[in-house]
């Protein structure tokens, strides 16, 4: 089985910054893709950032200029560092992975059981 566990979530003034992380472990053989998605209330989740195993990344245009997502392959971590928050950003954020499970074929796909970010003044 493999687990995703968020940090960092809280209650940030507007104009502030937050870093959250997301670990992952398990039994990983490999990560193909790991991402940051949010879900405000009454609305569908959304994506934020994604970071591909080559470092590669994409990011809702929401959160360009703004968001900064990293991973440290040694530690199965993707970082989300979140600069010049809005009111809007407030939601619940979710890691996702997409990976690879030790003696199984196939690609797997996990979730994180959510962080709450707070913009408020």
């Known amino acids: 089985q493999v687990h995703l566990v968020e940090s960092g979530g809280g209650l940030v003034q507007p104009g502030g910054s937050l870093r959250l992380s997301c670990d992952a472990s398990?039994?990983?053989?490999?990560?193909?893709?790991m991402g940051w998605y949010l879900q405000a209330p009454g609305k569908q989740r959304e994506l934020v950032a994604v970071?591909?195993?080559?470092?590669?990344?994409n990011y809702a245009d929401s959160a360009k200029g703004r968001f900064t997502i990293s991973k440290d392959n040694g530690k199965n971590t993707v970082y989300l560092q979140m600069n010049s928050l809005k009111l809007e950003d407030t939601a619940v954020y979710y890691c996702h992975a997409d990976v690879e499970r030790v003696g199984v074929r196939g690609r797997y796909f996990y979730w994180g059981q959510g962080t709450q970010v707070t913009v408020s003044s």
């Open positions: 398990g039994s990983i053989s490999s990560i193909n893709l």
């Open positions: 970071i591909g195993s080559d470092g590669s990344t």
